[in-house]
T-cell receptor, first 114, second 109 residues
């Protein structure tokens, strides 16, 4: 069990560019969650998957954001036409079928939009 | 509208003493409550959880108490150790969880 991994750990991009982040959950965890965290705040829910199905998306997730989990394993989060307000830590978490509520987080991807 | 509130941004406790972190919530439909610990530049680490049907759960030095009538939960750390210095997040929910803003705990030598 290697834990949840995220790649890259840091990303600096210019406003208007597209970025994509990857999350590899703990193996056999069927649920995968994406959160965004800004300074002084707790993680804010963005979306989650059960296997390959995206079950819920937050209203925070504008049309510029899209997430996929095509084979029910790793997931990607893409942000199109980045804006400075997208600068944040993007966190991924996963949970197992028998303990759904206990989410285990990865180290996060810190996005800076200049 | 914050559904999960941690009203103390920071707390300082002497090493060896009890640390008590508090959390209030507004939604009586929440099924599950959790505490996470976060160090700088790392993701939150799961600490302990409690379901809405219980009022206490203990794991080593960590105990979580749930008072459903008051919509309040607390995390007790006994005894407090230097490595406990971190930001602690309270979270609550069902299919998705909602986090508070966190309380920074400082353990003083």
């Amino acid at each position: 069990d290697t834990g949840v991994s995220q790649d890259p750990r840091h990303k600096i991009t210019k406003r208007g560019q597209n970025v994509t982040f990857r999350c590899d959950p703990i193996s056999e965890h069927n649920r995968l969650y994406w959160y965004r965290q800004t300074l002084g705040q707790g993680p804010e829910f963005l979306t989650y998957f059960q296997n390959e199905a995206q079950l819920e998306k937050s209203r925070l997730l504008s049309d510029r954001f899209s997430a996929e989990r095509p084979k029910g394993s790793f997931s990607t989060l893409e942000i199109q036409r980045t804006e400075q307000g997208d600068s944040a830590m993007y966190l991924c978490a996963s949970s197992s079928p028998d303990r759904l509520y206990e989410q285990y987080f990865g180290p996060g991807t810190r996005l800076t939009v200049t | 509208d914050q559904q999960v509130k941690q009203n103390s941004p920071s707390l300082s406790v002497q090493e060896g003493r009890i640390s008590i972190l508090n959390c209030d919530y507004t939604n009586s439909m929440f099924d599950y409550f959790l505490w996470y610990k976060k160090y700088p530049a790392e993701g939150p680490t799961f600490l302990i959880s409690i379901s809405s049907i219980k009022d206490k759960n203990e794991d080593g030095r960590f105990t979580v108490f749930l008072n459903k009538s008051a919509k309040h939960l607390s995390l007790h750390i006994v005894p407090s150790q230097p490595g406990d210095s971190a930001v602690y997040f309270c979270a609550a929910g069902d299919d998705k969880i909602i986090f508070g803003k966190g309380t920074r705990l400082h353990i003083l030598p």
